[in-house]
């Protein structure tokens, strides 16, 4: 039987690390076990070295996690770019990410099908932009990007947590929302990952654990 959980338990789950101090801690194990799944996937497609990954990331921890992944990948040999969908980031992470060598593309109100055709031809985006405290959906020009990205069908996608637009708790999506390959979700699996409709946005769930499973068992 496989336990799943809406992202307020594992948020409140989270709380007591956060408090301590953790919280840099639970971000680091996230984004080790979210490049190691894209490395993963990547070598069941190609070599590794040299190839190409984009995170899309956004505003909140979801996007740091993104970014301190494609950080370690860039570590790794790949080639990593970020395109920044709003007006500020988790610092440390894109300061993590330039020093590995990653480049850092900026989304504005008139570059989104630019960008989506130049995300497109990767060989990997990784979809960082909402976390599991988002309400709603994407808009104005992230939701553009997203749009045109799904029209135009990237090679492998891998979700951050949950896909971007889908609720963690009901499974209810709000639409444009990229269907990942692959979600890599942290600390306990989401229930909206299971339930219809947002398991057809979801691909192959894989659970990566990070040290708050003690307090979900409650």
Known sequence: MISAFTGQQIRDAEQPLLDSGEGAVLMQRAAYGL????????????RLAGACVTV???KGNNGGDGLYAAAYLARRGMRAT???TGDSV?????????AAGGRVLQLGPSNAEELAVLCAGEDVIIDALLGTGARGGLREAPAELIAALQELGPRLVVACDVPSGLDAGTGEVHWPVLDADVTVTFGGV???LLTDPGEGCAGRVELVQIGIEAALQD
Do not use: S
Request: no cysteine; glycine share 6%.
């Open 35 to 46: 490049a190691q799944a894209v490395i993963r996937e990547l070598k069941r497609r190609r």
């Open 56 to 58: 899309l990331a956004g």
């Open 82 to 84: 970020a395109v920044l």
């Open 90 to 98: 988790h610092a440390e992470a894109l300061a993590a990410l330039l």
């Open 190 to 192: 989401k229930a909206g």
